[in-house]
Structures are given as structure tokens and as C-alpha cells.
């Protein structure tokens, strides 16, 4: 009697209640959420790039020889990987990995190592085609150019490539953090007790679903709203500052900082044809 | 002029390059001597580029040979670079590294080919980038320069390498007309130097008073060749004569006042 006296009995009495008495387990499911998300998005990443470059290594330079049978036999392995990966829900890859690792292969894995290798699996073969895409976006002078200087292909993709591919695919990253502070959601299956799992849990216990995940929905939003943020301002980083100063003149020693058009501006520039030479550069 | 000299530096025999079933290079012979300068001219797609970018192995050629030295470049394929290292290139387009300042633009190459450490790639790319007349922007990023300090800036880069020959692929085509004089000047002091040079170019004026020889392209092959003052004034192919006219029509209005303030050849 007493306790049904003290439960709330209208909608926002219980959306307040939930989040009073259990912000803890909100909290702590957010926080696997977010952990989750970005330790898979940053592994993925690094398996993206790996792929990715191994895919954008030209043939011409060895073909018919061991090397270029071997890297035949290569891509082959790591274009199934992607088209696998990509072609089959995230909820099964879960439940497959988790489970089929430990009855095929002995191998018993938390339920979070699993979600997080699951994730980092997934966002990798995704990552692995805006790689490709941002390598190709990369003007083909600047390899020339660094092969004309003598840099190998190694020195090339390191120094040049790479950076300017990153640039231009940060907002892919972005996407898929976001995607997969979303994402991570269909690991309830195998119990990972991120935000959803626990949402879910809550809302059994007290039989209220709409307070429940009104409080996720919102918890979900201002997570991925942060994190887009995080990336502009990143990104923006990336880009450097707009100015420069000139290094002492010899004649004046006068020291000045040039403004110059920062990257919107730029754009524009290009569009109206004032430079032609970064035209293929633009994408 | 001292253009008796006896040791070719780059060598080109019986050359061929097909694109698919377009012959772009139909057989070319020519060889470039240490201290020449040669420009090649030619109108547009009589492959000119090409000849230059086989030189630099950009482009693998369909059949015959070319040497460096006396050695074949186009055998093995971890001397490539190597071989690059000695032969700079300089771009229409300059292709100046986006993501880098205009110094690293000059070091990362004689750090990362030649194993350099900084200060000493610093210096050496400090004072290249005074020849060039561009210390001052050594923290600019490409971006933010013009089109004709690009250009000096990679003309820095290329020498930041010492090569042993400098390829210019249309250096000033993509420059604006005012732009085009202080790279052609910056060209003109490295030609005085002493360095080889192989230049593609549509600077007729340049050709003329920079070069010890010219080589006239046309459909793939090299239609004649010889000193400047014969080409120009005595050319004895047809095609020579017609593309020149064409030239004189169009350029000569603008090209004679220059001429005439870089002062008379000898």
C-alpha cells in the first residue's frame, strides 16, 4: 500500500521519478554507449585505413610476379570482408561473433568485447570504401609530385595521401560515430548493457515504457548532438588558421600577417573558375 | 656557346607510347648533354607532356629505351625512385603538397629520400626559397599563395633534391600572363647556372633566348631540332615554319617589348 502510495501516478511524475531514482543506471548505460561507439569507430577507422590502402595499391608496378599474386590474393580476402560486413545486418553479425565464436571456436567473450569487436568490424568495412573514395578525391598531381621528388609509394601514401584523404573524409567519420552511438543499441541481443539494454530493463521493472525511453530518446539526442559538434570544431582545426605571417623581410623587416580566403570563401573561388588548377581537387 | 660537351646525361631511343590504340610517341631519339638547356615546342598534343613524363617514368613507355648516365631507368622497379631523385620535375599545374607548409614542401623530400636531418634540410631549403624570391612565406600553406609563387616554390622544391636534369612540363601555362615573367626570370638565373633543363614549353621567346637547343615536335616525333637562331629563323620544316607563323601571328606583338627588355642574345 505504502509503496503504491509513493510511485507517481500521471506521465511527467514518472518521467521525473524514473530519471530521479535511476539516473545511475541511465548514466552508466549512456556511458557503455558512448565507450562502445568511440572505441569501435577509432578501430574501425584504423581497419578502414589499412583496407583501404592496401585497395589503392596500383598493379601495374607488379604484376605476374609472387608480390602481385599475393596481393591479388589479398584484395580478394578484403573486398569479401567488405561486402560481407556491409551486406548483413549489424543485429546478426552480434549474435553470430558472439555466440558462434564460443560454440565453433571455444573462444568465450564478454558480451561487451563482442559488441565492441562486432563494431569495430562493421564500421571498419564501411570506413574502408569512404577511404577508398578519399583517396581517389586526393588530386593525382600530389602523388606525381611526390614521385617526381623520388618518395616511394610507402613515403607517398604516409606524407601526402593519407592527411589530405582524412580531411576529406572526416565528415564520414563523424557519421559513423553518430551511426553508432545509435547503433550500438542492437547489442541488447547479446546483453551488452549499454543504453538501450538498461532502458529496456527499466522500463520492465516498473511497467513504463513511454517515460522510460522518452528519457533515452533524449539522452541518445544530446549524445549525438555533442559529438557532432566535437567534429565540426575538429574539423575547423584541421583546416588551420586562415592567416600566416611572413617570415622577417630582408629589405623592411616590417612582419606581417596576410589574411587570406578561408575555405567557404575558397569554394567559391573555385566554382567561379578563378583557379582551375584546384578545380579536381573540389569534390 | 659552349655547347660541346660529350657526355649525354639523358638518352632517348626509338621511344614509343601508345594510349589504347592512340600512338602518342611514334619513335623518338634525342639526347640532352650536362649544361644544356633544350625546350621543346610544339603545339598541343604532339606529345610533348608525354616525352617529358617518360623521361620522369610517370609513364611507362610501350617500347624502346632510356638511359640516364648510360643505364637504363626503365629495368627493375626499386630504382625508380632513385632515378626520380636525380631527374626534378616541374608541373603546369605545380602540385605543390596541399596539407603542407611552403618550407616542408622543400624538406620532406631530402628528408625522406636523402635521409637528411631537419635543420640541415631547413637551411639548405631556406636559402633556395631566397633564390626563388619566396623566404618570406615559408609558413604559408599552397593555398594561400599565387599561382606564380607556387610555381617558384616548386621550383625550390626540385632543386631541393640537386638534381642532376630539371624537367619543366609547361611551367607558366597555367599562370597568369602578369605571373608568368617572374618564373620565367627565376628559369633564366638557373639556366645561367649552368643547370641541364629540358623544357616543354609555349614560351617562344624564352625558347629563343634561353636555350642552346630547340626541338620541335610534331605527331609524335621530333619534326627538327638545332639551335635556337636556326629554328627561328631558318626553319627548314614545313611544319616548323607553320606552327611558328602561327606563333608570330599570335604572340609576337606582345612577345617584342619583352625581348627587348631582357636585352639581346648573343
Known amino acids: 500500500m505504502s509503496a503504491a502510495a509513493a510511485l507517481p501516478s500521471t506521465f511527467w511524475g514518472w518521467v521525473l521519478y524514473l530519471a530521479r531514482t535511476n539516473w545511475s543506471m541511465f548514466l552508466s548505460g549512456a556511458g557503455v554507449t558512448v565507450v562502445l561507439a568511440v572505441l569501435g569507430t577509432l578501430a574501425g577507422c584504423v581497419i578502414g585505413f589499412l583496407v583501404g590502402m592496401v585497395q589503392g595499391i596500383p598493379y601495374p608496378a607488379m604484376t605476374r610476379s609472387v608480390g602481385g599474386i599475393a596481393l591479388r590474393a589479398v584484395k580478394a580476402v578484403l573486398a569479401a570482408y567488405v561486402e560481407v560486413f556491409r551486406?548483413?545486418?549489424?543485429?546478426?553479425?552480434?549474435?553470430?561473433?558472439?555466440?558462434?565464436?564460443?560454440?565453433?571456436?571455444?573462444?568465450?567473450?564478454?558480451a561487451f568485447v563482442a559488441g565492441f569487436v562486432v563494431v569495430s568490424i562493421n564500421t571498419g568495412a564501411y570506413m574502408a570504401e569512404s577511404v577508398r573514395g578519399g583517396i581517389d578525391s586526393v588530386d593525382r598531381g600530389?602523388?606525381?609530385?611526390?614521385?617526381?621528388?623520388?618518395?616511394?609509394?610507402?613515403?607517398?601514401?604516409?606524407?601526402?595521401?593519407?592527411p589530405q584523404a582524412f580531411r576529406n573524409i572526416m565528415p564520414q567519420v563523424g557519421n559513423n560515430l553518430i551511426i553508432n552511438i545509435k547503433d550500438t543499441s542492437v547489442l541488447n541481443v547479446i546483453s551488452v548493457s549499454e543504453l538501450f539494454f538498461t532502458s529496456k530493463s527499466?522500463?520492465?521493472?516498473?511497467?513504463?515504457?513511454?517515460?522510460?525511453?522518452?528519457?533515452?530518446?533524449?539522452?541518445?539526442?544530446?549524445?549525438?548532438?555533442?559529438?557532432?559538434?566535437?567534429?565540426?570544431?575538429?574539423?575547423?582545426?584541421?583546416?588551420?588558421?586562415?592567416?600566416?605571417?611572413?617570415?622577417?623581410?630582408?629589405?623592411?623587416?616590417?612582419?606581417?600577417?596576410?589574411?587570406?580566403?578561408?575555405?567557404?570563401?575558397?569554394?567559391?573561388?573555385?566554382?567561379?573558375?578563378?583557379?582551375?588548377?584546384?578545380?579536381?581537387?573540389?569534390? | 656557346m659552349n655547347t660541346v660537351m660529350n657526355t649525354?646525361?639523358?638518352?632517348v631511343d626509338k621511344l614509343r607510347k601508345s594510349f589504347g590504340k592512340v600512338e602518342v610517341l611514334s619513335g623518338i631519339d634525342f639526347s640532352v648533354e650536362r649544361g644544356e638547356v633544350v625546350c621543346v615546342i610544339g603545339s598541343s598534343g604532339s606529345g610533348k607532356s608525354t616525352l617529358l613524363r617518360c623521361i620522369n617514368m610517370l609513364e611507362t613507355p610501350s617500347s624502346g629505351e632510356i638511359r640516364?648516365?648510360?643505364?637504363?631507368?626503365?629495368?627493375?622497379?626499386?630504382?625508380?625512385?632513385?632515378?626520380?631523385?636525380?631527374?626534378?620535375?616541374?608541373?603546369?599545374q605545380f602540385n605543390l603538397f596541399n596539407n603542407l607548409s611552403v618550407?616542408?614542401?622543400?624538406?620532406?623530400?631530402?628528408?625522406?629520400?636523402?635521409?637528411?636531418?631537419?635543420?640541415?634540410?631547413?637551411?639548405?631549403?631556406?636559402?633556395?626559397?631566397?633564390?626563388?624570391?619566396?623566404?618570406?612565406?615559408?609558413?604559408?600553406?599552397?593555398?594561400?599563395?599565387?599561382?606564380?609563387?607556387?610555381?617558384?616554390?616548386?621550383?625550390a622544391r626540385a632543386l631541393a633534391m640537386e638534381p642532376e636534369v630539371l624537367l619543366f612540363?609547361?611551367?607558366?601555362?597555367?599562370?597568369?600572363?602578369?605571373?608568368?615573367?617572374?618564373?620565367?626570370?627565376?628559369?633564366?638565373?638557373?639556366?645561367?647556372?649552368?643547370?641541364?633543363?629540358?623544357?616543354?614549353?609555349?614560351?617562344?621567346?624564352?625558347?629563343?633566348?634561353?636555350?642552346?637547343?630547340?626541338?620541335?615536335?610534331?605527331?609524335g616525333v621530333i619534326a627538327e631540332e638545332g639551335a635556337p637562331e636556326d629554328i627561328f629563323d631558318h626553319p627548314s620544316n614545313e611544319r616548323t615554319c607553320e606552327f611558328l607563323a602561327r606563333f608570330l601571328e599570335d604572340e609576337l606583338p606582345a612577345e617584342e617589348p619583352r625581348d627587348k627588355a631582357m636585352g639581346a642574345r648573343p
Not at chain 2, 8 to 11: A, H, L
Open chain 2, 103 to 155: 618550407l616542408d614542401n622543400c624538406v620532406i623530400g631530402p628528408m625522406k629520400v636523402h635521409g637528411r636531418k631537419r635543420p640541415e634540410a631547413e637551411e639548405a631549403a631556406r636559402a633556395l626559397l631566397a633564390k626563388v624570391g619566396m623566404d618570406r612565406y615559408v609558413n604559408a600553406k599552397p593555398h594561400q599563395i599565387s599561382g606564380g609563387q607556387k610555381q617558384r616554390v616548386a621550383i
Open chain 1, 142 to 162: 600530389q602523388t606525381e609530385a611526390a614521385k617526381a621528388i623520388g618518395m616511394t609509394h610507402f613515403q607517398t601514401m604516409v606524407s601526402i595521401v593519407l
Open chain 2, 169 to 219: 612540363d609547361e611551367p607558366t601555362s597555367a599562370l597568369d600572363p602578369e605571373m608568368v615573367g617572374e618564373v620565367l626570370a627565376v628559369m633564366r638565373d638557373l639556366a645561367g647556372e649552368g643547370l641541364t633543363m629540358i623544357v616543354v614549353t609555349h614560351e617562344m621567346a624564352f625558347a629563343r633566348d634561353v636555350s642552346t637547343r630547340v626541338v620541335f615536335m610534331d605527331k
Open chain 1, 202 to 283: 527499466l522500463a520492465g521493472t516498473y511497467y513504463q515504457y513511454f517515460p522510460t525511453y522518452l528519457i533515452t530518446c533524449v539522452i541518445y539526442f544530446v549524445m549525438t548532438f555533442a559529438c557532432s559538434r566535437l567534429l565540426r570544431w575538429y574539423e575547423r582545426k584541421l583546416d588551420g588558421p586562415t592567416s600566416f605571417e611572413l617570415a622577417d623581410g630582408a629589405a623592411d623587416g616590417e612582419k606581417a600577417r596576410v589574411k587570406v580566403p578561408g575555405r567557404t570563401s575558397r569554394a567559391l573561388e573555385l566554382l567561379n573558375g578563378k583557379d582551375n588548377s584546384k578545380r579536381r581537387a573540389m569534390r
Open chain 2, 8 to 11: 649525354p646525361v639523358v638518352e
Open chain 2, 68 to 92: 640516364f648516365d648510360g643505364s637504363r631507368v626503365d629495368s627493375g622497379r626499386c630504382r625508380a625512385s632513385d632515378y626520380r631523385a636525380k631527374v626534378g620535375m616541374v608541373f603546369q
Open chain 1, 87 to 110: 551486406g548483413t545486418p549489424m543485429i546478426v553479425q552480434a549474435t553470430v561473433i558472439y555466440y558462434g565464436s564460443k560454440q565453433m571456436f571455444g573462444v568465450d567473450m564478454s
